[in-house]
Nanobody, 120 residues
Framework: QVQLVESGGGLVQPGGSLRLACAAS????????MGWYRQAPGKQRELVAG???????NYADSVKGRFTISRDVAKNTVYLQMNSLKPEDTAVYYC??????????????WGQGTQVTVSS
């Protein structure tokens, strides 16, 4: 059973910073994608940032230059450093990963979500 466990959300003032972390655990054979999505009230879930297998970094236009995604391969962990946060960044942030595990094969996994609130 693969699990994604997120941490690091919270309340921050505009202009502040937060760092999210997501650790994958279980009988993992390989990880093909790790990334972060977010969903604000009344809106669709959207990709914030992702690291596919080729190591390229993908960002939503709204977070380019402010957010940085990184991955610790040895720890099966992905991070999202969020700087210069704005009220419109307020959302539940979800970790997502495409993982080949034993015996399930390649599946898409989601974390439980962590709330990020940007408000003065």
């Amino acid at each position: 059973q693969v699990q994604l466990v997120e941490s690091g959300g919270g309340l921050v003032q505009p202009g502040g910073s937060l760092r999210l972390a997501c650790a994958a655990s279980g009988r993992i054979f390989s990880i093909h994608f790790m990334g972060w999505y977010r969903q604000a009230p009344g809106k669709q879930r959207e990709l914030v940032a992702g690291i596919p297998t080729d190591g390229s970094l993908n960002y939503a236009d709204s977070v380019k230059g402010r957010f940085t995604i990184s991955r610790d391969v040895a720890k099966n962990t992905v991070y999202l450093q969020m700087n210069s946060l704005k009220p419109e960044d307020t959302a539940v942030y979800y970790c997502n990963a495409a993982i080949v595990a034993v015996p399930a094969g390649k599946l898409d996994y989601w974390g439980q979500g962590t709330q990020v609130t940007v408000s003065s």
